[in-house]
């Protein structure tokens, strides 16, 4: 059985269908998805190496929802539209794409476009430190430096902060942050709001007015990207002594 993993996002049934036989044939591990409700649960569970998304879904923006895709573990993206444009084909491009196939299409030309796409695919070496500008995660020490100083962050904090971070500002739901952060299935996605609060007074300059992890009502949270790069996160003001560990064994010196 191949290690590549394939996502089909299509909502034409017999296409999807036909498409999924075809790579099967060729040993590709395939999920399937008719919307994009059904693609993100998709993804979020199998982590695809290549997503083929069709640009006109039953409930929503294949652009849209290419531009998420994108800002998650960036998998291979093949998009396929009805719309042949150079417009619509540049729009695709620049919203994460790796190719756009336009429809109709022969089977071998889509199959040899999934092996070209593959062939690129480079394992990547994981990121052993994450900079943020104001904000330093050490994915290997699994410490957290903000403002020049270590917190002190509990496992989980470190891992729901690093969630937060990886999105890139997208706003997540606290199901998206229990599937992602927790290592454990858990029911009551109002956990996610208790670890918040303790880690807002951790790296928030004032917990009561949060500008760091921002509340997207209806939705979850952000993380506030921009921020770190402004004067707030560059003041010398630093958070108060006791929020950090100054225990010598956790400020080592950085790679």
Same mark, same amino acid.
């Given at each position: 059985?191949?290690s590549?993993?394939?996502?089909?996002?299509e909502?034409?049934?017999?296409?999807?269908?036909?498409?999924g036989?075809?790579?099967?044939?060729?040993?590709?591990?395939?999920?399937?998805a008719?919307?994009?409700?059904?693609?993100?649960?998709?993804?979020?569970?199998?982590?695809?190496?290549?997503?083929?998304?069709?640009?006109?879904?039953?409930?929503?923006?294949?652009?849209?929802?290419?531009?998420?895709?994108?800002?998650?573990?960036?998998?291979? $993206?093949?998009? +396929?539209?009805? /719309?042949?444009?150079?417009?619509?084909?540049? @729009?695709? #491009?620049?919203? %994460?794409a790796?190719?756009?196939?336009?429809?109709?299409?022969?089977?071998?030309?889509?199959?040899?476009? $999934?092996?070209? +796409?593959?062939? /690129?695919?480079?394992?990547?070496?994981?990121? @052993?430190? #994450?900079?943020? %500008?104001?904000?330093?995660?050490d994915l290997?020490?699994?410490?957290?430096?903000?403002?020049?100083?270590? $917190?002190?962050?509990?496992?989980?904090?470190?891992?729901?902060?690093?969630?937060? @971070?990886?999105?890139?500002?997208?706003?997540?739901?606290?199901s998206?942050?229990?599937?992602?952060?927790?290592?454990?299935?858990?029911?009551?996605?109002?956990?996610?709001d208790?670890?918040?609060?303790?880690l807002?007074?951790?790296?928030?300059?004032?917990p009561?007015?949060?500008?760091?992890i921002?509340?997207?009502?209806?939705?979850?949270?952000?993380?506030?990207?921009?921020?770190?790069?402004?004067?707030?996160?560059?003041?010398?003001?630093?958070?108060?002594?006791?929020?950090?560990?100054?225990?010598?064994?956790?400020?080592?010196?950085?790679?």
């Amino acid at each position: 059985m191949s290690s590549v993993c394939i996502e089909i996002v299509e909502g034409n049934p017999h296409l999807r269908s036909l498409l999924g036989w075809h790579l099967q044939q060729l040993d590709y591990r395939v999920h399937q998805a008719a919307s994009i409700y059904q693609a993100r649960e998709v993804f979020l569970s199998h982590q695809p190496t290549l997503i083929i998304l069709d640009a006109d879904l039953p409930d929503g923006d294949g652009i849209e929802f290419c531009r998420w895709l994108h800002r998650q573990q960036q998998p291979l $993206i093949l998009m +396929l539209s009805a /719309r042949s444009n150079e417009a619509d084909i540049v @729009a695709g #491009l620049k919203a %994460g794409a790796d190719d756009y196939l336009s429809k109709p299409f022969g089977m071998q030309e889509f199959l040899a476009r $999934i092996e070209a +796409l593959i062939r /690129r695919k480079r394992t990547p070496v994981a990121p @052993a430190y #994450l900079d943020y %500008g104001a904000l330093q995660i050490d994915l290997v020490q699994r410490r957290v430096r903000f403002q020049g100083e270590f $917190i002190d962050l509990t496992p989980q904090e470190f891992s729901l902060l690093y969630v937060l @971070a990886q999105a890139g500002g997208a706003p997540l739901s606290r199901s998206e942050l229990l599937r992602r952060a927790w290592p454990d299935a858990i029911d009551n996605p109002r956990t996610i709001d208790t670890h918040v609060l303790s880690l807002r007074k951790k790296v928030e300059l004032d917990p009561r007015q949060p500008s760091l992890i921002q509340t997207i009502r209806n939705v979850g949270y952000r993380f506030n990207m921009e921020i770190l790069n402004s004067n707030i996160a560059q003041s010398p003001t630093k958070l108060p002594k006791e929020r950090f560990n100054n225990q010598r064994s956790t400020i080592s010196t950085q790679r």
